[in-house]
């Protein structure tokens, strides 16, 4: 069983920055791809950015050039940092871990980012 909690949301003004955190609970960045996902109210859930066991990134054209995402093996953490945040970016953000070989996922439990003059 992997437990993802998710930290540092909150509010921004655009042109803003934050940094996600999510915490797993055991060495899990060897075997997992790591990703992060949004959901804006009304709108399906939808990839941000993703980091495989590998260290390859990839993006949601959205978030190309704004948005970083990275691991750190050693703490079991994963970090999404967001630059020159729009209105558009406001949304519950979830942490995911989906297994290289069984690809079976586990998710967070969110953290909003509201991004609002």
């Known amino acids: 069983q992997v437990q993802l909690v998710e930290s540092g949301g909150g509010w921004v003004q655009p042109g803003g920055s934050l940094r996600l955190s999510c915490a797993a609970s055991?060495?899990?960045?060897?075997?997992?791809?790591m990703g992060w996902y949004r959901q804006a109210p009304g709108k399906q859930r939808e990839l941000v950015a993703t980091l495989t066991s590998g260290s390859r990134t990839n993006y949601a054209d959205s978030v190309k050039g704004r948005f970083t995402i990275s691991g750190d093996n050693a703490k079991n953490m994963v970090y999404l940092q967001m630059n020159d945040l729009k209105s558009e970016d406001t949304a519950v953000y979830y942490c995911s871990a989906r297994h290289d070989y069984t690809a079976f996922s586990y998710w967070g439990q969110g953290t909003q980012v509201t991004v609002a003059s």
């Open positions: 055991g060495s899990i960045l060897s075997i997992y791809t």
